[in-house]
């Protein structure tokens, strides 16, 4: 671990360092028998809706060349679960926790975070980024108007928690979905989500993912992920933390001179479960250089 002060301050919220595990690509068994999960700046846990979810049909996962799909579909147990499950003994590690959000409708959004608010989760991550769902996600984070009035509802019901929102890239312009949650009250922002994409397998001429397409994550979209950033951070003024195929503590560097003020770890840490912690100590011995 770094020898020296990585601390960043993440809307009120003192992270130990600004590496975090990206949504959906950390499980709490397996890293642990690996690192400390207090030694990361904060674990964000696997979307949370107010009942549990089925999630997609499988195959959900495929491979790319340079990355990978996933259609989970937001395949979770629900919020009851996921505190007694998840975040207790996250808590009771010591680490800091960033809850993703998930809903059909606002009122299902609203009443996780209102559950989540009485708990000791230290942020929410409001996720309006999911491509494989059909009602929700991706349809609130493509739409401002939608994506405002969800974050003006949630944060009526989310107390002291910090409200981060997840952007989605499958936009023609994300600083537009941007400024309207910022607007809307949001205290921070997380991108990005996948990109949509499919495979086609070649002996039956079919979708490769049952749910057909998929979102897209790994270094293939990783120059994505800077230039949005960079857009993202020369207009809003609420921290920014960067994801999107960063395998090196190099990616993480990149994404922070792009403006984010910490870095999430994702698809790397399903190829090594030790991802998040080599970075972390990659980018300390590049800010010690
Ligand atoms: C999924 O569960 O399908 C992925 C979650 C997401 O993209 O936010």
Redesign the pocket.
Known sequence: MPEFDLSVDICGVTWKNPIATA??TFNFRESSRYYRVSDLGCITT??VSREPWG??ETP?IAETRSGML???????RGVEMYIDHDLKPLKEAGATVMA?V?GHTIVEYCSVAERLAKTAVDLLEI?I?????KEG??AFGTDKTAAAELVTRVKKVSGAKPVIV?LSPNVTDITEIALAVERAGADGLSLI??LKGMRIDLNTGKPVLANGS??L?GPAIHPVAVWMVYETARVCRIPIIGMGGVMTGADALELMLAGAKAVAVGTAALIDPVAPTRILGELAGLLRK
């Open positions: 949504s959906g696997k979307g999630g997609n959900k996933n259609s989970i579909g937001l395949e979770n993703n998930a996720n980024s999911c491509p494989n769902v996600g991706i997840k989500n996948t998929g979102g994550s």
